[in-house]
């Protein structure tokens, strides 16, 4: 075989109490205007390959106790035990923006992006300084379709923390769906440099990857959508979606064994991550 596949074991994800890392959409980030479908994507279900909002940097220790309680509450998956609290809690600190926010991830974290947005928005009218509800916002807004709205989020966003990665993806997303394929390499070569050397962000620089193998496809650039695959694999081999895409630039470069094998691979994950799809609160 010309190509081997290496895996580590599977990187679990990290925990919402020490960083924000939440929320892997399940929503189709392939979704905005390109000129046409690629032919490489892979069947609709598999979505593992969208991005997790993962930790703008945002200090639990700056949340008073009962909002680091719902803070925890939320980390678990427990939205329904959080929201009642704090809409209880707004009630008495009806200025509080964090509460706002708070509130704002609770529909969020359950992919109710049109119930979130308010939130969030009534967030940033209290508290305009709380940098982590414009990173939430963007994302909002990207699900929702309006991607202008959602570039400017995360760019402002990225005026109060220059080095959040995971802002970077989500505005090369929107650069790659309007077909601006050298700002949108440009954006997941920055997500991959910010995050590679932080093990919590495994799972987000192994999406850059595979984001930008895309950008290489589109351009039928094979060898390079290859290297960026195998890295994307290799790095987090629950990243089923890349092993898909994978086979399929293997079997257009004629490696036909190993696009075998990165199909029988893709099948093997696929299989594994997809019991996991629809429980509150679990991230796919």
């Not at 509450?73 to 708070?102: N, W």
């Not at 308010?118 to 309006?146: D, K, M, N, S, V």
């Not at 932080?198 to 496809?217: G, T």
Request: aromatic share 10%; with cysteine.
């Amino acid at each position: 075989m010309g190509w081997s596949i290496r895996h580590a074991s599977v990187v679990g994800l990290a925990g919402l109490a020490a960083c924000v890392s939440i929320l892997a959409a399940s929503c189709d980030s392939d979704g905005g205007a390109t000129k046409e479908p690629l032919a490489d994507d892979p069947p609709a279900d598999a979505q593992a390959d969208q991005p997790s909002e993962a930790e703008p940097a945002m200090a639990t220790a700056s949340l008073n106790r009962e909002l680091s309680a719902a803070f925890r509450l939320i980390g678990q998956g427990r939205t329904d035990v959080a929201r009642p609290r704090l809409v209880s809690y707004l009630k008495q600190h009806p200025d509080d923006g964090r509460a706002e926010f708070l509130l704002g991830l609770t529909y969020h974290r359950e992919k109710r992006y049109a119930l979130a947005r308010p939130r969030f928005t009534q967030a940033i009218e209290l508290e305009p300084q709380y940098h982590p509800t414009y990173h939430f916002l963007g994302w909002c807004l990207y699900y929702l379709g309006e991607t202008q709205a959602a570039r400017a989020a995360f760019e402002q966003h990225l005026t109060f923390v220059a080095t959040e990665g995971d802002s970077h993806f989500g505005i090369g997303l929107i650069d790659f769906d309007e077909d601006r394929l050298d700002d949108a390499e440009l954006r997941f070569r920055t997500a991959i440099k910010l995050q590679a050397d932080n093990p919590r962000r495994v799972r987000d620089v192994s999406k850059a990857h595979a984001r930008l193998a895309d950008v290489y496809i589109r351009g039928n650039a094979l060898e390079d959508a290859k290297a960026q695959l195998q890295l994307a694999t290799d790095l987090w081999p629950e990243h089923y979606a890349a092993f898909y895409k994978l086979s399929r630039v293997l079997t257009r470069l004629g490696e036909i064994e190993a696009a075998e094998e990165a199909f029988r691979l893709y099948k093997q994950w696929q299989e594994r991550v997809r019991p996991q799809r629809g429980v509150p609160g679990r991230a796919p």
